[in-house]
């Protein structure tokens, strides 16, 4: 199973996503969906996700790799304030981590 298909499988039936697509660029594959809630406090009711999954043994990421994901959504969608990172390890633990396009201000708890 390829990585696009395990976060996929991941967001489906363990965070219980739906709605989610797979699209494919060159060799990039970025997903798409909604997840039950928001996932942050300031998101929006019923906002789509955009997914880029990585493996956890090539989990280093340049800016210009970043801004290449950003780009590639750009191109189906609207380009969105932020892209979900999903990590996978060997063992199929998926790690999500918010990746922001440009600086961000932080959060107060």
Known sequence: MDLAAQVETNLVHYTLW???QVFRNNGLAILRGLPPSKLADLDPENLQEWVVPKAMHEAKCSMGEISLWFDRVAEIDLRPKRITLAI?????????YFVHDGVTKPRQN
């Open 18 to 20: 739906t709605n989610v």
């Open 88 to 96: 996978v390890n060997d063992d199929g633990t998926v790690v999500y």
